[in-house]
């Protein structure tokens, strides 16, 4: 499924307004703005890894309007360079960047550190010649591409360990990296898992640098081919990740783990003083576990929108879950919710989904290797899901490929959007009912 950015406003007419462009307020998302959460779960790290390793650290940056309007791509790279100013000889650094309709911008551009530095003497991206390799052509969008810099990757910077950082606007379980040259298009989950589909890949982190990419449909997505996802469940603040210092910690710690790293850019992140931060990192081999429990506990979601009562309980649980996704002016439009917050908030409302809705929070536990968020977002636990909050029937049957994570979560989403409104829930409610009858 192709074109999501570019038949947005279509879909929001007739669906209602769900996600909001922001201006300028939010970095990874021009769709839903920042706002988001802290809450710290630590597991001890593994030994360091082999001392004789090499680490490459690829980038696959799509600017979009964060680059046109604002710069802030280039701004990443300013860091990349900056960060790497004393660069281990056992760390190599790569980059790919287009998708923004800008001079130096169009196609995609491979270039490496060296190039980097050359070409932003001027403080300006993509004005000279120097890179490795330049496809003129290139949609940032489209899977071949991907699968195009992973070949290139692999062709020309074997590696020990592998990070792949992508960077751009993300919109959850809609997609990412919209390219401003091809009719913002943009790569679904579907077409991310079919990229890394083209060969036998187990990266070591893979990053999201874009806001709402912490949920369990990208997780489940790209399980077989990463050993750790760091990403998070809002959006993202202007400035995005620090890479300066994040790239300066990993050059001057070579050999660390992949999760020292994470919890280093965790941190760092964390101190960005704007408000609504989340960052969690999640391990991808037990997204069947998790999936498997998510599983089970829609089952039993999907018996309980079949009543009246069962539908006013998860309403109410949905009002005191945690729901992501913020418009410019700073009113909530949720796009996802933290799947934990909604376990919990249902064995509430239901107590004889104890077992099912503890299975989930379980899962979650087992998968959540250590998260953030600040003070903003209690109810943020590290992996979120899409909201049937305010999606309408329509709109699900467009996204229903990408949001599907299990037959009877799909079940239960497409039962719960048929269930009474809102007005005529809390009228048809057994309190109400029981009023009416005396």
Same mark, same amino acid.
């Not at 991310?192 to 060969?199: I, P, R, V």
């Given at each position: 499924?192709?074109?999501?950015?570019?038949?947005?406003?279509?879909?929001?007419?007739?669906?209602?307004?769900?996600?909001?462009?922001?201006?300028?307020?939010?970095?990874?998302?021009?769709?839903?703005?920042?706002? #988001?959460?802290?809450?710290?779960?630590?597991?001890?790290? +593994?030994?360091?890894?082999?001392?004789?390793?090499?680490?490459?650290?690829?980038?696959?940056?799509?600017?979009?309007?964060?680059?046109?309007?604002?710069?802030?791509?280039?701004?990443?790279?300013?860091?990349?360079?900056?960060?790497?100013?004393? #660069?281990?000889?056992?760390?190599?650094?790569?980059?790919?960047?287009?998708?923004?309709?800008?001079?130096?911008?169009?196609?995609?551009?491979?270039?490496?550190?060296?190039?980097?530095?050359?070409?932003?003497?001027?403080?300006?991206?993509?004005?000279?010649?120097?890179?490795?390799?330049?496809?003129?052509?290139?949609?940032?969008?489209?899977?071949?591409?991907?699968?195009?810099?992973?070949?290139?990757?692999?062709?020309?910077?074997?590696?020990?360990?592998?990070?792949?950082?992508?960077?751009?606007?993300?919109?959850?379980?809609?997609?990412?990296?919209?390219?401003?040259?091809?009719?913002?298009?943009?790569?679904?989950?579907?077409?991310?898992?079919?990229?890394?589909?083209?060969?036998?890949?187990?990266?070591?982190?893979?990053?999201?640098?874009?806001?709402?990419?912490?949920?369990?449909?990208?997780?489940?997505?790209?399980? +077989?081919?990463?050993?750790?996802?760091?990403?998070?469940?809002?959006?993202?603040?202007?400035?995005?990740? +620090?890479?300066?210092?994040?790239?300066?910690?990993?050059?001057?710690?070579?050999?660390?783990?992949?999760?020292?790293?994470?919890?280093?850019?965790?941190?760092?992140?964390?101190?960005?003083?704007?408000?609504?931060?989340?960052?969690?990192?999640?391990?991808?081999?037990?997204?069947?576990?998790?999936?498997?429990?998510?599983?089970?506990?829609?089952?039993?979601?999907?018996?309980?929108?079949?009543?009246?009562?069962?539908?006013?309980?998860?309403?109410?649980?949905?009002?005191?879950?945690?729901?992501?996704?913020?418009?410019?002016?700073?009113?909530?439009?949720?796009?996802?919710?933290?799947?934990?917050?909604?376990?919990?908030?249902?064995?509430?409302?239901?107590?004889?989904?104890?077992?099912?809705?503890?299975?989930?929070?379980?899962?979650?536990?087992?998968?959540?290797?250590?998260?953030?968020?600040?003070?903003?977002?209690?109810?943020?636990?590290?992996?979120?899901?899409?909201?049937?909050?305010?999606?309408? +029937?329509?709109?699900?049957?467009?996204?229903?490929?990408?949001?599907?994570?299990?037959?009877?979560?799909?079940?239960?989403?497409?039962?719960?959007?048929?269930?009474?409104?809102?007005?005529?829930?809390?009228?048809?409610?057994?309190?109400?009912?029981?009023?009416?009858?005396?």
């Amino acid at each position: 499924m192709r074109q999501i950015s570019h038949q947005w406003t279509n879909l929001k007419n007739k669906t209602g307004s769900l996600f909001r462009s922001s201006g300028i307020g939010g970095r990874k998302a021009i769709f839903f703005i920042c706002h #988001l959460f802290l809450l710290f779960s630590f597991v001890a790290f +593994p030994s360091a890894a082999d001392q004789n390793s090499t680490i490459l650290i690829a980038l696959y940056a799509s600017g979009g309007t964060l680059e046109q309007e604002l710069g802030l791509i280039t701004d990443d790279f300013k860091q990349v360079v900056k960060g790497a100013e004393n #660069l281990s000889e056992t760390i190599d650094i790569l980059a790919a960047y287009g998708g923004a309709d800008k001079p130096g911008w169009h196609g995609m551009t491979i270039a490496n550190l060296t190039d980097l530095r050359i070409d932003l003497e001027d403080g300006e991206l993509g004005n000279t010649s120097a890179y490795q390799i330049y496809y003129p052509d290139a949609n940032m969008g489209d899977p071949q591409i991907l699968s195009l810099f992973l070949s290139y990757i692999s062709e020309n910077y074997p590696s020990n360990r592998t990070f792949l950082i992508f960077i751009g606007h993300g919109q959850a379980y809609t997609g990412m990296l919209f390219d401003q040259n091809h009719d913002e298009d943009g790569l679904t989950i579907g077409e991310l898992s079919e990229s890394f589909g083209t060969g036998p890949w187990d990266i070591d982190l893979i990053g999201f640098d874009s806001c709402l990419m912490g949920c369990l449909e990208v997780l489940s997505g790209l399980s +077989p081919y990463a050993s750790y996802i760091i990403a998070s469940e809002e959006a993202e603040p202007a400035e995005g990740w +620090p890479y300066e210092q994040w790239i300066s910690y990993i050059s001057s710690h070579p050999h660390a783990s992949v999760e020292e790293y994470a919890f280093t850019l965790a941190e760092e992140y964390m101190k960005n003083p704007r408000p609504g931060k989340t960052i969690a990192l999640l391990d991808p081999k037990m997204a069947d576990f998790l999936t498997a429990q998510l599983d089970q506990f829609a089952k039993d979601l999907h018996a309980l929108a079949g009543t009246t009562e069962g539908c006013l309980s998860i309403r109410i649980a949905l009002e005191n879950t945690q729901q992501f996704g913020l418009t410019g002016t700073g009113e909530l439009e949720e796009a996802t919710m933290d799947l934990y917050s909604f376990a919990d908030n249902i064995q509430k409302q239901t107590h004889y989904l104890s077992a099912s809705a503890s299975g989930v929070r379980d899962g979650i536990n087992k998968t959540v290797l250590f998260s953030r968020h600040d003070e903003h977002i209690p109810g943020a636990y590290g992996i979120a899901v899409l909201s049937p909050v305010l999606i309408h +029937p329509v709109f699900y049957e467009y996204y229903r490929e990408s949001a599907f994570i299990t037959p009877s979560w799909d079940r239960f989403i497409i039962r719960y959007l048929s269930c009474p409104k809102d007005e005529d829930l809390v009228l048809l409610s057994p309190e109400k009912e029981r009023d009416t009858e005396t």
